[in-house]
C-alpha cells in the first residue's frame, strides 16, 4: 500500500554530503515503489511535517542527527513509526567503546583500545602500535587515521580532538576488512573490502575508484558463516533492530574481530549494504521495501 514518507537526508554532521547522496538514491526508489516522498533536512523540519499525515520515516540521517538514539527516542514518543533501531540500540552502537565493550563480554574480539576525553590521557606503548585514532562516536570514516609510528601519536590524536570531544586509539589489526548487513531477520552475504591504498578510510570508501569489492567474500564457507552468526549475536547485544551494518576484520591467522556497528549505512552508488543485498536477490528497490517492512512492524 502506498505510503507517505517522510525521508529524513541531510542533516549537520560530517557525513552530510554521503546522507545526501543515499537520500537521492533511496527517494528515487521509494517513488519507483508509489510512495509518497516528503523530504526533510532534520528533527526540526520534520517535526513541522509530524502532524501532517506522515505514515512513515525514513531515517537515512549518517552521523549524530539519526544514529545517537535521540531521533529515535523522538519518534517513538511521537508514535510515529520509523525504520532503524529505537534509542537504546542507537545510543550503544553509536558510542564505539561501549559496543566494543558490550561485544567483547559475549565472547566476541575486538582490538584493544582507549578512550580519551583529552589527549594528556593517551598512554603511549610502542610495542602495540600500529594504531587507528577516531572519534568515538562518529560513522563514514570521518576522521580515520592510522599511525605507524609511537613518535607521532599524541600528535595524532591532539588534531582528532578538533573533530570530536571523545578520541579512540585502538590498535592496528592487519587482514580483511570485511562487513555484514541485516535488514529484519535476513543475514545478507559478507562483503569483503580492498582499498586501494593501506587503510579503508572516508576518500577509499566515496572517492576512490580503485577500491574493490567482493560478494561474496574470498573467504572460507565456514569463515563467512561465523562473521553471519557473530553479526546476529552483535545485533542481539547491542539491541539493534530494523536494519544494520557490522564491520569486521579477518587477520591471517583466522581470527574475527569486531570493528563497529552502524544502524544506518549507506545506500550510495557504493555502499556496501546494496552491494551485499544484490547478491541476495534483492534489487536496490527491493532493498528499500525490504526496510520499509522493518519500520511498519513498528506501527
Not at 234 to 252: A, H, N
Amino acid at each position: 500500500m502506498a505510503k507517505r514518507i517522510a525521508l529524513l537526508m541531510g542533516g549537520h554532521s560530517a557525513e552530510r554530503d554521503v546522507s545526501l547522496s543515499s537520500g537521492h538514491a533511496v527517494a528515487k526508489a521509494l517513488k519507483a515503489l508509489g510512495h509518497e516522498v516528503i523530504c526533510a533536512n532534520d528533527l526540526k523540519e520534520l517535526k513541522a511535517l509530524s502532524r501532517h499525515g506522515i505514515d512513515l520515516v525514513f531515517n537515512i540521517l549518517h552521523g549524530a542527527d539519526g544514529e545517537d538514539g535521540r531521533l529515535a527516542a523522538w519518534l517513538a514518543l511521537e508514535g510515529v513509526p520509523y525504520t532503524g533501531c529505537d534509542y537504546v540500540g542507537g545510543c550503544l552502537s553509536w558510542h564505539k567503546h561501549m559496543a566494543k565493550t558490550l561485544v567483547a563480554q559475549h565472547g566476541i574480539s575486538t582490538p584493544p583500545f582507549q578512550l580519551l576525553d583529552k589527549p594528556e590521557q593517551l598512554i603511549v606503548d610502542a610495542a602495540e602500535g600500529p594504531w587507528i585514532v577516531k572519534p568515538a562516536s562518529e560513522g563514514s570514516s570521518v576522521g580515520l587515521t592510522k599511525v605507524n609510528h609511537a613518535d607521532d601519536l599524541s600528535e595524532v590524536v591532539r588534531q582528532a580532538f578538533n573533530l570530536t570531544d571523545q578520541v579512540l586509539v585502538e590498535q592496528f589489526m592487519a587482514g580483511v576488512e570485511c562487513t555484514v548487513g541485516m535488514v529484519g531477520e535476513v543475514i545478507l552475504p559478507v562483503v569483503s573490502i580492498e582499498p586501494a591504498g593501506e587503510l579503508y578510510d572516508y576518500e577509499a570508501k566515496y572517492n576512490s575508484q580503485k577500491t574493490r569489492y567482493q560478494c561474496p567474500a574470498p573467504l572460507s564457507k565456514a569463515m563467512q558463516r561465523q562473521l553471519q552468526s557473530d553479526t546476529q549475536l552483535i545485533f542481539d547485544v547491542l539491541q539493534i533492530k530494523g536494519w544494520g551494518r557490522v564491520d569486521f576484520i579477518v587477520d591471517e591467522a583466522g581470527r574475527r574481530w569486531f570493528l563497529e556497528a552502524n544502524t544506518t549505512p549507506g545506500m550510495t552508488a557504493t555502499s556496501l549494504l546494496p552491494k551485499a543485498a544484490q547478491v541476495h536477490g534483492w534489487d536496490f528497490n527491493r532493498l528499500v521495501a525490504e526496510i520499509i517492512k522493518t519500520g511498519e512492524r513498528n506501527e
